[in-house]
């Protein structure tokens, strides 16, 4: 069946560093969401990409999504406290969820 | 607007017994999903209603069934509970299947 990993599990990072999470799925996406979950909350929906090769911007987030539609990454630039959470992708209709990325950020 | 409901917040069953979980929409969906997520994992597609009628599924037994109901609030039903049923369990609507997903607050399932 579909599997879509995410990489990496955990990243500490300071604040004002920048961070990435990659997500990798066996087969071709028709498409990807991202996902913020709060800890003790609930998954609170970012962005949707569709198109091959799709590079989309949410102020200090940026998302991609490759060229064969079987990848996707999200890039915070400079960090604060409040971008703490998992971030999850999702693919194709949001039925398979990756593992997460949780992020801790140290002020 | 009230976004996604979802009732009761927590519950605690013991092994063997019944459960009802019970979601209402976001104004204007029609779509809702539910999803199983244990501690420390990303959630667990189960299935989706639309019209009422389950539309997909993902790779849970029998025991977990569900309904849409006209108003197209959802029920989550787990019968024959096992310890490894204890989780939160998330429903999400949607203006269609294809579109952004509002989660609810979850219920948190305990099995003893």
């Known amino acids: 069946g579909q599997q879509v990993m995410q990489i990496p599990q955990y990243q500490h990072v300071q604040e004002g560093e920048d961070f990435t999470t990659y997500c990798n799925s066996s087969t071709t996406l028709s498409n990807i969401q991202w996902y913020k979950q709060r800890p003790g909350g609930h998954p609170v929906f970012l962005i949707q990409l569709v198109k091959s090769g799709e590079v989309k911007k949410q102020k200090r987030l940026t998302f991609q999504f490759g060229e064969a539609k079987k990848n996707s990454s999200l890039h915070i630039t400079a960090t604060q406290t409040t971008d703490v959470g998992t971030y999850f992708c999702a693919g194709s209709g949001k039925f398979y969820f990756g593992s997460g990325t949780k992020l801790n950020v140290k002020p | 607007d009230a976004g996604v409901t979802q009732s009761p917040t927590h519950l605690i069953k013991t092994r063997g017994q019944q459960v009802t979980l019970r979601c209402s929409p976001k104004?204007?969906?029609?779509?809702v999903s539910w999803y199983q997520q244990a501690l420390g994992q990303g959630p667990q597609f189960i299935f989706q209603y639309y019209e009422e009628e389950e539309r997909q599924r993902g790779n849970f037994p029998d025991r977990f069934s569900g309904h849409q109901f006209p108003n197209y609030s959802s029920e989550l039903n787990v019968n024959a509970l096992l310890l490894g049923d204890s989780a939160l369990y998330l429903c999400?609507?949607?203006?269609?299947?294809?579109?952004?997903?509002?989660f609810g607050p979850g219920t948190r399932l305990t099995v003893t």
């Open positions: 999400a609507s949607s203006a269609g299947s294809l579109y952004e997903q509002y």
């Open positions: 104004s204007g969906h029609d779509t």
